[in-house]
């Protein structure tokens, strides 16, 4: 899938945040590059943000995971 199929199939899915669209659509208007640094740097940082609160460490995949014991 291209990277045009994987915007539009997240675009469409009606379980998609507001948020990730707008994000997607400013991100697209940005230097490709600079937006992909800048968007692993915020996964990383709320992946720690989650691993503080949950205790846990949170697969950014998605898989598994979820509240200690």
Request: glycine share 8%; proline share 4%; charged share 30%.
């Amino acid at each position: 899938m291209s990277w045009e199929e994987q915007i539009a199939a997240v675009k469409a899915d009606i379980s998609t945040s507001f948020w990730l669209r707008r994000a997607i659509d400013e991100l697209h208007r940005r230097d490709p590059v600079d937006a992909a640094k800048d968007a692993r740097l915020l996964a990383e940082i709320m992946d720690a943000r989650c691993d503080a609160l949950l205790g846990t460490r949170v697969d950014p995949a998605g898989a598994g995971g979820g509240l200690p014991g």
